[in-house]
């Protein structure tokens, strides 16, 4: 799958609906590699159309995702509190980390930029905002490079060029309007897995819009 397709890219709660997110073996054969999620909107393939908005009537689902944990140097906005509620309801686009250019073969670059790998619209990042790697032993990591508004790594700023080590439900904060959750395969489909399981029984935990449930739910 293509992180920079022209065909629009699914929602957790789209993707919970598929029968993939009940067959483990052929999901983690499609989304070999990490994921990005992403809000509503954000991404240049997800379609503007889509609400941005959490609602009581959906399901809040918890999918290890490290928020509030903004310090008092983050530049983060009213804006970043809705999204963070469209992906905690499980409307964040997933987005595959992969690349799409020929330039910077070993990093996986994000920004405003058409020549992006992952194209985001939004005037509040850079036109390359940073850069995802993958390590010798698979692991992940990402560089800020050297971005206008800046990154922030589960609510702590990044020094420009400089290299932090991702695992599954950080939060990359893209200046102050654009969150971003790290899913590995395996956490995004037991991410898809509880949502779809609820979704099943017509439940969901009772939460305040957009607001994340115990951290527990995950394994309910």
């Given at each position: 799958m293509n992180a920079a397709s022209d065909t629009q890219l699914p929602t957790l709660r789209e993707l919970s609906a598929s029968p993939l997110a009940r067959d483990r073996e052929e999901f983690l054969r499609r989304y070999a590699s990490p994921v990005l999620m992403l809000p509503p909107g954000a991404h240049s393939g997800s379609g503007k159309h889509r609400d941005n908005k959490a609602?009581?009537?959906q399901v809040a689902v918890w999918v290890g995702f490290k928020a509030g944990t903004d310090t008092p140097g983050s530049p983060a906005s009213m804006k970043v509190f809705v999204n963070r509620a469209a992906i905690h309801a499980g409307n964040g686009i997933v987005c595959p980390i992969a690349k799409r250019t020929v330039e910077m073969p070993k990093w996986i670059s994000i920004g405003r930029s058409a020549t992006s790998d992952i194209v985001l619209e939004a005037d509040t990042v850079s036109r390359i905002q940073g850069c995802f790697t993958e390590g010798p032993n698979g692991s992940w990591s990402f560089l800020d490079a050297a971005s206008t508004n800046g990154v922030w790594h589960n609510?702590?700023?990044?020094?420009?060029?400089?290299?932090?080590?991702?695992?599954d439900g950080d939060e990359l904060l893209l200046g102050p309007e654009v969150p971003a959750v790290f899913k590995t395969p395996h956490g995004l489909f037991e991410a898809l897995a509880v949502l779809?399981?609820?979704?099943?029984?017509?439940?969901?935990?009772?939460?305040?819009?957009?607001?994340?449930p115990d951290r527990n739910h995950l394994s309910s």
């Open positions: 609602t009581d009537r609510g702590e700023r990044i020094r420009p060029r400089r290299v932090v080590d991702l695992a779809a399981r609820h979704e099943d029984n017509g439940r969901g935990p009772a939460t305040e819009s957009g607001t994340p």
